[in-house]
């Protein structure tokens, strides 16, 4: 079981003071694993609230109040040919799109995920949050489902599946993203993998009603009103890896659809002609980084842009480092990163709106674990609409005993 306190400073709600007392049971045996939560909080020592009160009205809520004390669950391994897991990370995860940014940060989401293998087939499905702590509010939430074949011989891949967006806002819709994916390998050893990529990606509302015309409308010359086809390459060599894709679009569709900034709010829809995605990654047992960059462009080779007029192309950078047993990191995304470099250069942006600003969000954190005991401090910029000068500043303590019942 581990107890964990936190106390927070949050500057992007009045400067409001919280504490938070969470109780964790967990249990493991062989290829299962559960881990319950339920906590306690009282801002300014005004009020007491938990995740046991109050009970939601509708169907929905009541379904994430349910939910809400799953912290983690998991049946099976990652390589078992069936695996199932709820976590606040996603950790399966095909190469075989680019719907979905990298995971930027902690997550409060609870992500369902799950993995069939039999023979050369594999089947990923995930939900985004299980909380619906999104559709509860009125926004968008994602789901997906990929089902790849890899040849045996030489290794080719086909994917086929969909990315959904589902939003109750102010009525139930869902719209699907029809993927068709391949990778062609060019160089396959123990250590070193170049693959060239194709991926294609449509359109399709199917709920309240199923629009086959936004899918495909022979009245078209291209016969598809919305679509993006991309090439390109990706790397993997040890530890590293990168990915490059230059797409053409049109219409409704694009890469890196899933981010932070499309849980907000904020409209972070644009048009573009083409995109070029930039995809680095390292993951060592001391250091990891990631390096997003998708750069949308206009016909006339212009930066598209969002529909208040900012540059819409997204980019993400994070460090993480550890140690011996201290961990230190820290993170930034932003929608239009040049143009708000620019801005605050020129002076007509304050320096925090490029940490914290409308189009930006990061996070900078640092832990030291004393075996059944740890520490950690983080201030974060959320994904907002709204732009913060002052970030929300946590600092957390965990006892965890090593006998799990």
């Given at each position: 079981?581990?107890?964990?306190?936190?106390?927070?400073?949050?500057?992007?709600?009045?400067?409001?003071?919280?504490?938070?007392?969470?109780?964790?049971?967990?249990?493991?045996?062989?290829?299962?694993?559960?881990?319950?939560?339920?906590?306690?909080?009282?801002?300014?020592?005004?009020?007491?609230?938990?995740?046991?009160?109050?009970?939601?009205?509708?169907?929905?809520?009541?379904?994430?109040?349910?939910?809400?004390?799953?912290?983690?669950?998991?049946?099976?391994?990652?390589?078992?040919?069936?695996?199932?897991?709820?976590?606040?990370?996603?950790?399966?995860?095909?190469?075989?799109?680019?719907?979905?940014?990298?995971?930027?940060?902690?997550?409060?989401?609870?992500?369902?995920?799950?993995?069939?293998?039999?023979?050369?087939?594999?089947?990923?499905?995930?939900?985004?949050?299980?909380?619906?702590?999104?559709?509860?509010?009125?926004?968008?939430?994602?789901?997906?489902?990929?089902?790849?074949?890899?040849?045996?011989?030489?290794?080719?891949?086909?994917?086929?599946?969909?990315?959904?967006?589902?939003?109750?806002?102010?009525?139930?819709?869902?719209?699907?993203y029809p993927l068709l994916s391949f990778r062609f390998p060019v160089i396959n050893t123990r250590t070193t993998q170049f693959s060239a990529i194709m991926q294609a990606h449509g359109y399709l509302p199917v709920y309240p009603a199923i629009d086959t015309d936004q899918f495909i409308d022979t009245s078209l010359a291209t016969f598809f009103p919305n679509y993006s086809l991309g090439v390109g390459f990706a790397v993997k060599r040890n530890q590293f890896t990168a990915k490059i894709l230059a797409s053409v679009n049109d219409g409704k569709n694009h890469t890196m659809l899933v981010n932070d900034f499309a849980y907000t709010a904020m409209d972070t829809s644009y048009s573009s002609a083409f995109e070029i995605l930039?995809?680095?990654?390292?993951?060592?047992?001391?250091?990891?980084?990631?390096?997003?960059?998708?750069?949308?462009?206009?016909?006339?080779?212009?930066?598209?842009?969002?529909?208040?007029?900012?540059?819409?192309?997204?980019?993400?950078?994070?460090?993480?480092?550890?140690?011996?047993?201290?961990?230190?990191?820290?993170?930034?995304?932003?929608?239009?990163?040049?143009?708000?470099?620019?801005?605050?250069?020129?002076?007509?942006?304050?320096?925090?709106?490029?940490?914290?600003?409308?189009?930006?969000?990061?996070?900078?954190?640092?832990?030291?674990?004393?075996?059944?005991?740890?520490?950690?401090?983080?201030?974060?910029?959320?994904?907002?609409?709204?732009?913060?000068?002052?970030?929300?500043?946590?600092?957390?303590?965990?006892?965890?005993?090593?006998?799990?019942?």
């Amino acid at each position: 079981m581990t107890t964990d306190y936190r106390f927070q400073f949050d500057g992007t709600n009045s400067n409001t003071l919280s504490h938070r007392l969470t109780i964790k049971p967990f249990y493991t045996k062989g290829p299962f694993s559960i881990s319950l939560q339920s906590y306690v909080q009282t801002e300014d020592f005004t009020a007491l609230t938990s995740n046991a009160t109050p009970f939601p009205v509708s169907t929905l809520g009541r379904i994430g109040y349910m939910f809400s004390y799953f912290d983690q669950l998991r049946i099976g391994y990652s390589t078992s040919g069936f695996y199932l897991a709820l976590d606040h990370n996603r950790s399966i995860v095909s190469d075989m799109t680019s719907f979905t940014a990298p995971q930027f940060g902690e997550s409060s989401k609870l992500v369902l995920q799950s993995q069939i293998k039999t023979g050369p087939f594999t089947l990923i499905t995930a939900f985004d949050d299980l909380y619906f702590t999104n559709l509860l509010a009125n926004r968008a939430q994602f789901g997906s489902s990929i089902l790849q074949y890899t040849s045996n011989g030489y290794p080719l891949s086909i994917a086929v599946g969909a990315l959904a967006k589902v939003e109750n806002n102010p009525s139930w819709t869902v719209n699907l993203y029809p993927l068709l994916s391949f990778r062609f390998p060019v160089i396959n050893t123990r250590t070193t993998q170049f693959s060239a990529i194709m991926q294609a990606h449509g359109y399709l509302p199917v709920y309240p009603a199923i629009d086959t015309d936004q899918f495909i409308d022979t009245s078209l010359a291209t016969f598809f009103p919305n679509y993006s086809l991309g090439v390109g390459f990706a790397v993997k060599r040890n530890q590293f890896t990168a990915k490059i894709l230059a797409s053409v679009n049109d219409g409704k569709n694009h890469t890196m659809l899933v981010n932070d900034f499309a849980y907000t709010a904020m409209d972070t829809s644009y048009s573009s002609a083409f995109e070029i995605l930039t995809d680095i990654r390292y993951t060592g047992a001391k250091f990891e980084t990631k390096a997003v960059w998708n750069v949308p462009f206009t016909g006339s080779f212009a930066i598209a842009k969002l529909s208040t007029g900012h540059n819409a192309d997204y980019s993400q950078l994070s460090l993480g480092f550890k140690i011996d047993k201290l961990t230190f990191g820290l993170g930034l995304a932003n929608l239009g990163l040049l143009e708000t470099l620019q801005d605050v250069f020129s002076g007509s942006l304050a320096l925090t709106d490029l940490f914290g600003g409308t189009y930006a969000t990061s996070y900078l954190y640092a832990g030291y674990d004393f075996g059944m005991f740890s520490l950690s401090a983080r201030a974060a910029y959320p994904a907002s609409p709204a732009a913060y000068t002052i970030p929300v500043v946590s600092l957390s303590a965990r006892i965890k005993l090593s006998k799990a019942f």
